[in-house]
């Protein structure tokens, strides 16, 4: 069996190069065009972002040191420096405005609060003025009689003013009187106190009993209405964590 296959071509005669002319025909790149690979060839990258040169060679990267330089920011001299640590030095108080403290005695709590604020006192606090610890809740109810400021005193608005108070209805005590403490660890007085100053004056942790000094064994609600009559442990005795039982009766009663 034959397969038809195409004849044997004679080689060429009259020519040293047995191919046909449109075989030995030169084709002419353009040297653009060759520079553009050669450029390629040379200036690929791999996968790491080097340029290759060579066979397969990386060429370090040149490496650029930045060093940053302040600008338009002068040392200090010796005499700036002095200045401000001078200028720290200063109290607060120089700088702060100053006014005279009125006599606010004898004018209701809201009013002696409104009229330091019309002088720059903002910083404002009231306590009751018979030692009972009671909360000005309503300003209005409440007149004062006594300042922590003497009246006409020149003091900085940043000052401090603390009126002592008691009820409209209520005559002011002859000098404030301070309500209990047991910071020295000793068992404080309490007798004619309000049982609210006497358990602000224990420790939180303190068991404290507090019952009615009558047969009427009433509850003892408002705290700040009451008044001790007798205490346990007497007043003296060291506190180390022993419970604390006080009797009461109500402010405006006597003691049995």
Request: glycine share 8%; proline share 7%; charged share 25%.
């Amino acid at each position: 069996m034959s397969y038809n296959q195409p004849p044997a071509q004679p080689p060429f005669a009259g020519s040293s190069d047995a191919r046909p002319k449109w075989a030995r025909k030169r084709v002419a790149i353009p040297a653009a065009l060759l520079l553009f690979f050669v450029g390629v060839g040379v200036g690929s990258e791999d996968g790491s972002g080097q340029e290759k040169t060579g066979a397969g060679s990386a060429a370090p990267r040149p490496t650029v040191t930045v060093t940053e330089t302040a600008v338009g920011k002068p040392a200090k001299s010796a005499a700036a420096k002095e200045t401000k640590e001078t200028q720290d030095a200063k109290p607060a108080s120089d700088d702060g405005e100053k006014a005279t403290v009125p006599d606010f005695v004898g004018m209701g709590l809201q009013s002696a609060q409104d009229k330091a604020q019309e002088l720059g006192f903002y910083s404002l606090d009231s306590h009751d003025a018979l030692g009972r610890d009671r909360m000005q809740a309503f300003d209005r109810n409440w007149k004062v009689c006594s300042q922590n400021t003497k009246a006409g005193t020149s003091a900085s608005t940043d000052t401090e003013l603390d009126f002592g108070a008691v009820k409209l209805e209520e005559d002011c005590p002859a000098k404030d009187q301070k309500p209990p403490s047991a910071k020295d660890g000793k068992m404080p007085d309490f007798k004619g106190k309000s049982v609210n100053a006497a358990r602000s004056a224990l420790d939180s942790g303190t068991s404290l009993t507090v019952e009615d000094a009558t047969p009427e064994d009433r509850w003892i609600l408002v705290e700040s209405n009451w008044q001790v009559c007798t205490q346990k442990p007497a007043a003296g005795v060291a506190l180390n964590g022993q419970p604390v039982t006080l009797t009461a009766v109500k402010f405006g009663e006597s003691c049995p």
